[in-house]
């Protein structure tokens, strides 16, 4: 276990050494960041020193080095518009992008494992055939659309639900949330169902289709053989089993929903992180932009380390110092 985590941090560093040169290096072809901070009026000449000042005329590896430098203390530069801290205006919107993959988390297990386990067990029943054809449905269409469409009918149509913000907010246990009074959970209703809408379908057939490979395997069929219940075998031999590479797969796409919420916060004006992330875009806020490419790049390689760990929890058998 030792061994694997001394090889998983030394790859986790080289990668985020990767994923933050190429995030600093896309930085000159995002726009002039002096459009939106001192507008059309100022002079060139005070914008070539502002330039300066700022160090953007300085040479690429000069750059990156005092970037590389300043981001091992903590410090990824200020906000060119929120004139704060990157890392501290990410914080900030970050409590509600993890509200809303938290509540698409719960949705997407709570239906995936029970509905693919079904289509595995009785894969020509109706209902089976049902769900495998709409989940085609889902993984075809864009979250996007969902979100417009869910928000046609059920606020636009029937002014069920409310469109957009996250409502009203309450802290019981010191983290703002709308999930602790009902005006803040009609908001998080819309968001969820669309974020869970590319990810469910996946999540269902994954579950069918590794269901359906341990009821043909052979320790299934000897446990028929010894005429063990059929709920036993169902559901602590196979599903046992099925949850491995479930959870393998499920938790890479799960750290994929972070990168998701970027537009199903922008249809529903959720206040987190991905429209944070479209708003510093349009204001050529680079040093934000910057920093939220290489928080997202950690989110996935943290993930899939943790990922990892898990599925050795899971099955002893697995031997982590050879798998990092």
């Not at 040169?21 to 930085?27: E, H, T, Y």
């Not at 449905?137 to 979250?143: A, M, T």
């Not at 869970?196 to 999540?203: G, K, N, Q, R, Y």
């Not at 059929?230 to 994929?256: C, D, E, M, S």
Request: proline share 5%.
């Amino acid at each position: 276990m030792l061994t694997f985590l001394l090889k998983r941090l030394f790859q986790m560093i080289v990668v985020m050494f990767v994923i933050s040169l190429v995030a600093f290096s896309i930085q000159d072809n995002l726009g002039d960041p002096l459009r939106e901070l001192v507008g059309q009026s100022v002079s060139e000449q005070v914008r070539e020193q502002m330039r300066t000042e700022l160090g953007l005329n300085d040479p690429f590896l000069v750059k990156y080095g005092r970037f590389l430098g300043q981001a091992l203390q903590g410090d990824f530069g200020l906000s060119y518009f929120y004139k704060k801290p990157t890392l501290e205006v990410i914080f900030d919107k970050l409590p509600a992008t993890l509200e809303l993959v938290f509540c698409s988390t719960v949705l997407i297990i709570s239906l995936s494992i029970p509905l693919g386990v079904y289509c595995a067990i009785k894969p020509r029943a109706l209902g089976a055939r049902l769900i495998m054809g709409l989940s085609i449905v889902g993984i075809s269409v864009p979250v996007f659309l969902t979100a417009i469409l869910l928000m046609y009918v059920f606020s636009i149509e029937l002014g069920w639900l409310p469109a957009y913000g996250r409502g009203v907010l309450t802290s019981p246990f010191g983290w703002q949330s709308g999930l602790f009074n009902w005006q803040g959970f009609r908001n998080l209703i819309l968001p969820t169902v669309a974020l869970s809408s590319i990810m469910l379908p996946l999540f269902i057939r994954l579950v069918r289709s590794e269901m359906l490979e341990q009821l043909s395997s052979e320790y299934v069929k000897f446990a028929w053989a010894k005429g063990l219940n059929k709920y036993r075998i169902w559901f602590l031999h196979a599903l046992k089993n099925t949850l491995l590479p479930l959870i393998t797969v499920g938790g890479v796409q799960i750290g994929t929903m972070v990168a998701y919420t970027i537009l199903t916060e922008t249809v529903f004006q959720w206040p987190g992180i991905g429209l944070l992330f479209l708003d510093a875009i349009n204001r050529v806020d680079t040093p934000l932009i910057t920093t939220y490419v290489i928080f997202v790049g950690f989110v996935f390689v943290l993930t899939n380390t943790l990922v990892d760990l898990i599925y050795g929890l899971i099955n002893p058998t697995v031997n982590l110092a050879a798998k990092g």
